[in-house]
């Protein structure tokens, strides 16, 4: 036995015990739309189609399913060939066993695939991650009808001379990038200088951006070079203008309409000859109509606001399976895994697809990597997307909890799945029946709960499961 994982597509069990001489897991399936759901689930080495299925039933397979590299072999009849076996290659299929006394080649071709196995399918190019022409000035991941509308404004403006940039979104979209996107637009090559707003009290934060001068207050030793004199002709972002003080906010208009200021204890103007780009995650418009920000600053930044979707929106959701990507190919969180992890699972991304962000491109970014470290295969799976890590450790681990996980609906199910396999054998089509549901969902079901016929011994199953 060579391949892990081989799916059949046969009612004949001679091709199934064809596939057993070469493989360690052998899947069954009646029916094409059957492989389909356990191809996605279980990602094989190898899929043997039988005699019943022509060139059109292996293009409409391949065409279907979302994996790449996949390795099909036809298992064909000793009788006359209806269909030459050169069809079935232009169709896609590996290669074609022409009947019983051509069954010996299988192994050669396993032996052929096992010795390749370690070598990853293609890569996505890291350009086919962000928008044609996009990717060294504006490295904001996406192809969706919002990204593609942010990237146009970008450029836009950073070929105006539009100055002071407002860029609005919620927090984790991704606003220091199109800032960056801007500065290497308008400004390359010159410094980039970042000021977060939120983080010192007002009169730090005016020492910080003006610089001041010596003896200008208590402490005050030496003379300071400030943040906005630092950015020379480049730029300087004022991450989270909203959480400026009244105060400064006054200095900061009239900065932006003079394009001078003063150092703090100074009398000297200096000229500001930097792109000044401020940002908020909160609405500018309500702040000002609610008296939590100036107006007038207000109607002075928004001359061309740029303003990002978060993940949740319609016109940005397709960009989530890209960013899962992307940040599983590019990820260093584990080094010793990096390449070996070449994908997600469709379960993986439908979970993904599900969820609304709260905290968008950051919070998924966080869930791969979290994903990375539990992994234990070449794919990621569903069970190792959390996306609420302390919930699901309060859930597992706390006393508080214990009274209660016996009744978890995933236990019951995974109990529920372990008996009926018990009780048919291990059988899995008889299983299947038994539980209502179809091979593929119990195939995705004992992958997804980790189930194995040493993993729940019966004296593990609850009373309610019990004979």
């Known amino acids: 036995m060579v391949l892990r994982r081989i799916v059949t597509i046969s009612k004949e069990p001679e091709i199934q015990q064809l596939a057993r001489q070469v493989g360690l897991e052998i899947f069954v399936a009646d029916d094409p739309a059957e492989a389909l759901d356990i191809t996605e689930t279980t990602n094989p080495d190898l899929i043997i189609f039988d005699h019943r299925f022509s060139p059109a039933h292996i293009r ?6 979302s994996l790449t590299n996949l390795r099909i072999i036809i298992a064909g009849r000793d009788e006359n060939l209806t269909m030459p076996p050169e069809e079935f290659i232009k169709a896609g299929a590996y290669d074609y066993l022409q009947g019983k006394h051509d069954y010996h080649r299988l192994e050669q071709i396993a032996s052929q695939i096992a010795n390749n196995s370690n070598v990853p399918p293609p890569a996505k190019n890291i350009d086919d991650f962000f928008i044609e022409d996009c990717a060294a000035s504006a490295s904001i991941v996406g192809r969706s009808k919002a990204i593609a509308e942010t990237i146009k404004l970008i450029k836009l403006v950073a070929s105006s001379r539009c100055d002071p940039i407002v860029i609005v979104g919620e927090t984790g979209t991704g606003k220091e990038l199109v800032a960056k996107a801007l500065h290497n637009l308008r400004n390359p ?88 780009i401020a940002s908020s995650n909160r609405n500018l418009h309500e702040e000002a109509e609610a008296g939590r920000f100036r107006k007038d600053l207000y109607y002075r930044l928004a001359t061309c606001p740029i303003a990002i979707a978060p993940l949740r929106s319609p016109a940005r959701r397709d960009d989530i399976q890209l960013l899962a990507d992307y940040f599983l190919k590019t990820s260093s969180v584990c080094p010793h895994k990096k390449g070996s992890i070449n994908s997600l699972t469709k379960f993986a991304h439908e979970a993904l697809q599900k969820h609304l962000w709260p905290g968008n491109v950051r919070e998924l970014k966080n869930v791969i990597e979290r994903a990375i470290l539990l992994e234990t295969t070449d794919k990621v799976g569903l069970s190792s997307i959390i996306i609420n890590p302390f919930e699901h450790n309060l859930s597992a681990d706390s006393p508080s909890s214990a009274q209660n996980k016996d009744f978890s609906l995933s236990k019951a199910e995974r109990e529920l799945i372990a008996r009926a ?40 199953l609850s009373p309610a499961f019990a004979s």
């Open 189 to 276: 090559g010159k410094p980039f200088i970042a000021a977060n707003c939120a983080a010192l009290t007002a009169n730090l934060l005016e020492s910080e951006l003006f610089g001041h001068t010596k003896g200008a207050f208590t402490g005050a030793d030496s003379e300071k070079t400030g943040l906005l004199e630092m950015a020379g002709e480049g730029t300087i972002l004022l991450d989270e203008i909203s959480e400026i003080h009244a105060d400064l906010q006054a200095k900061l208009l009239r900065l932006l309409q003079e394009k001078t200021f003063r150092k703090v204890g100074g009398t000297k103007e200096i000229p500001c000859t930097a792109t000044i």
């Open 60 to 65: 409409e397979f391949l065409n279907k399913t």
């Open 421 to 460: 396999l018990q009780e048919t054998g291990w059988q899995k089509t008889q299983a299947a029946t038994l539980l209502g549901i179809t091979r593929a969902t119990l195939y995705a079901k004992v992958k997804q709960y980790n189930i194995g016929k040493n993993t729940l011994p019966a004296k593990e």
